[in-house]
């Protein structure tokens, strides 16, 4: 097994972060073109927790490695399962993802934590164990890993400069809203 972990700062606040991060994989972002579609499987919010627990189905087209893709059966469409949970009372985003494709080759379980730091700060923690459960010599199955792993890697930088495009974007239609209401409310008045 590998891990992969990561740490950013997003200047912004978590409401901004936990309210654009269901527009993460728009047209605004660039960066995630890799992704076809998002499909919301079930939400509901806890009575009791105040939690909103979301299960998503997410299917990516990826660009492995040659060698790595036929060995994986050679598609290129590859679907990953996604749950989700906001918890406004501790302003805290968890989402826990596994692939589905290709899961008894190999198995990438991911988890990703939004949590504020200030009132216009967030921390973005993420971690993803990859294992390459794979037959064999064990040189192919720390090639998977690796090969795996670089892949997260790359994928968070852009991942970062995508995300930072929605969150920009959101902060200005969200002010231009607000601007709108305001203008309105003024003449109603």
Known sequence: MKVFSNSETFDYSWEEVSTANWRKYCPWNEKSTHV???????????????????????TCKQSAPKWLASLMGGTDVSHVFETSYVDPESKKVTMVSQNLTWSNILSCQEKVVYQPLSATKTQ????????????????????????????????????????????????????????????????AL
């Not at 998002?38 to 806890?46: A, E, F, G, I």
């Not at 792993?149 to 929605?166: D, I, P, Q």
Request: with cysteine.
């Open 124 to 187: 973005f923690v993420q971690e993803a164990k990859v294992t390459a459960l794979c037959g064999g010599w064990q040189k192919v199955k720390n090639a998977v890993e690796e090969a795996t792993v670089c892949r997260f890697s790359e994928n968070a930088r852009l991942g970062k400069e995508g995300f930072e495009t929605v969150l920009e974007m959101s902060r200005r239609v969200f002010s231009e809203e607000k601007k709108k209401q305001t203008e309105r409310e003024t003449v």
């Open 36 to 58: 076809i579609a998002v499909d919301t499987l079930s939400r509901h919010v806890d009575a009791e927790t105040g939690i909103l627990r979301t299960e998503r189905l997410i």
